[in-house]
């Protein structure tokens, strides 16, 4: 199971961080993405990490401007978001990735934490 | 980016009605395509992964099939609990993209 940090309520140009920690079960070898859902809108895939090596990869959209990182000592996955702006209000899901044959696809969600970037 | 296109973007349907949902691919994707359902205020829940395999605890109404660039989700026989949206998501290669999304409600 993954359980994500609270709604955050953030001023445009600043950052937040979403954590997502794997209880029940450890992800240290999995990969971990970020999914995200403007209201009303349709699902964008961020980027992920696999928290035992570190190792990332990103959407060209948000490269420079996203930050993945984990604590594989706490089973926890952190995703920074920074220069915020109002097209930046979301629900940011984290999503666990299968593996072998399932290998690319997200069969374990976080509950989705609501960011939302207002002056 | 690989583009993802979905239709319909919304259906009506009564239960007990066999539904499909037709996705199409940028590009050939062999099978790497998977389908979630996502309920209002609800994280997405993975039905279909490689585009035919049911998902551990995913009732067998559902199934799917296709390869290459274009795939389908069928439901056989609808009920209540299925009334949600539904998203393919290819996994052939970064960055992972989604469909826009079908919304199924009741007639």
């Known amino acids: 199971q993954l359980v994500q940090s609270g709604a955050e309520v953030k001023k445009p140009g600043s950052s937040v961080k979403v954590s997502c920690k794997a209880s029940g079960g450890s992800v240290s070898s999995d990969f971990v993405s970020w999914v995200r859902q403007a209201p009303g809108q349709g699902l964008e895939w961020m980027g992920r990490i696999v928290p035992m090596f570190g190792t990332t990869n990103f959407a060209q959209k948000f490269q420079g401007r996203v930050t993945i990182t984990a604590d594989d000592s706490t089973s926890t996955v952190y995703m920074e978001l920074s220069s915020l702006r109002s097209e930046d209000t979301a629900v940011y899901f984290c999503?666990?990735?299968?593996?072998?044959?399932?290998?690319?696809?997200?069969?374990?969600w976080g509950q989705g934490t609501l960011v939302t970037v207002s002056s | 980016d690989i583009q993802m296109t979905q239709s319909p973007a919304s259906l009506s349907a009564s239960e007990g009605d066999r539904v499909t949902i037709t996705c199409r691919a940028g590009q050939s994707i062999s099978t790497y395509l998977n389908w979630y359902q996502q309920k209002p205020g609800k994280a997405p829940k993975l039905l279909i992964y490689?585009?035919?395999s049911l998902q551990s605890g995913v009732p067998s109404r559902f199934s799917g099939s296709g390869s290459g660039t274009d795939f389908t989700l069928t439901i056989s026989s609808l009920q209540p609990e299925d009334f949600a949206t539904y998203y393919c998501?290819?996994?052939?290669?970064?960055?992972?993209?989604f469909g826009p999304g079908t919304k199924v409600d009741i007639k």
């Open positions: 490689a585009a035919s």
């Open positions: 998501q290819q996994s052939y290669s970064t960055p992972f993209t």
């Open positions: 999503a666990r990735e299968g593996r072998s044959a399932a290998a690319g696809s997200f069969d374990s």
